[in-house]
């Protein structure tokens, strides 16, 4: 029996159709499939408050060994990227006064146990003359937060193609600490989920 004009007409434009669909799909990835972008693009933004960091609310360094304010396991997107990390904390408070020396504190941002960021705060006490101390005075807070650094975070794992795949990708740990420099006071560290903040940029090497 042969096949009515309509049936044809309608066979060839299927096949055309699927044809045209065939080529297309040769040269665009399919919505589906994550492209790797190019270097300096950024393939992963995350945003930890102090809960979600584990961090305690309230901390308080009185050593000139660190005390650490909190340690993260990132996994990261890439096996091979830069990692930025920005932290910054609302809060903290150095007790005592500065007339019987100078005080000095340091916080650091590690990777992988290497420094990446670091800030300084020191208060000197005043001199009247040479034989009589005035109380130091002043702001004591506002230079040890935030803190920003980069680690270069390179072939991961061995895996140089697992782009936007975890697979074979290992975590690297991120932590941030604080120590007394010099001096005998204390810092107390307060944390807060409105207050306290990590951010973690991962840029395309």
Same mark, same amino acid.
């Given at each position: %029996?042969? =096949?009515?004009?309509?049936?044809?007409? =309608?066979? /060839?434009?299927?096949? #055309?159709?699927?044809?045209?669909? !065939? /080529?297309?799909?040769?040269?665009?990835?399919?919505?589906?499939?994550? =492209?790797?972008?190019? +270097?300096?693009?950024? $393939?992963?933004?995350? %945003?930890?408050?102090?809960?979600?960091?584990?961090?305690?609310? #309230?901390?308080?360094?009185?050593?000139?060994?660190?005390?650490?304010?909190?340690?993260?396991?990132?996994?990261?997107?890439? +096996?091979?990227?830069?990692?930025?990390?920005?932290?910054?904390?609302?809060?903290?408070?150095?007790? &005592?006064? $500065?007339?019987?020396?100078? *005080?000095?504190?340091?916080?650091?941002?590690?990777?992988?146990?290497?420094?990446?960021?670091?800030?300084?705060?020191?208060?000197?006490?005043?001199?009247? *003359?040479?034989?009589?101390?005035?109380?130091?005075?002043? &702001?004591? #807070?506002?230079?040890?937060? +935030?803190? %920003? !650094? $980069?680690?270069?975070?390179?072939?991961?794992?061995?895996?140089?193609?697992?782009?936007?795949?975890?697979?074979?990708?290992?975590?690297?740990?991120?932590?941030?600490?604080?120590? =007394?420099?010099?001096?005998?006071?204390?810092?107390?560290?307060?944390?807060?989920?409105?207050?306290?903040?990590? /951010?973690?940029?991962?840029?395309?090497?």
């Amino acid at each position: %029996m042969s =096949r009515s004009i309509t049936s044809v007409v =309608r066979g /060839r434009a299927l096949n #055309s159709s699927a044809q045209n669909q !065939g /080529r297309l799909s040769t040269y665009v990835a399919p919505v589906t499939h994550t =492209r790797l972008p190019g +270097p300096g693009s950024v $393939a992963r933004i995350t %945003m930890l408050n102090g809960s979600e960091l584990g961090q305690s609310t #309230s901390i308080t360094a009185n050593s000139t060994s660190d005390t650490v304010l909190f340690t993260y396991s990132y996994l990261p997107a890439l +096996p091979t990227s830069k990692i930025i990390v920005d932290y910054a904390i609302a809060k903290y408070a150095v007790g &005592g006064n $500065a007339s019987s020396g100078s *005080d000095a504190f340091e916080s650091r941002i590690l990777v992988q146990g290497v420094q990446v960021a670091s800030g300084f705060q020191q208060w000197l006490y005043a001199v009247e *003359d040479a034989s009589n101390h005035a109380p130091g005075s002043g &702001g004591r #807070s506002g230079a040890l937060f +935030p803190l %920003m !650094g $980069a680690y270069n975070n390179i072939n991961n794992n061995g895996n140089i193609n697992n782009n936007y795949n975890q697979y074979g990708v290992t975590p690297i740990t991120i932590s941030a600490v604080i120590k =007394r420099t010099a001096g005998d006071d204390l810092v107390i560290v307060t944390s807060s989920d409105n207050g306290t903040w990590l /951010r973690i940029t991962e840029v395309v090497a």
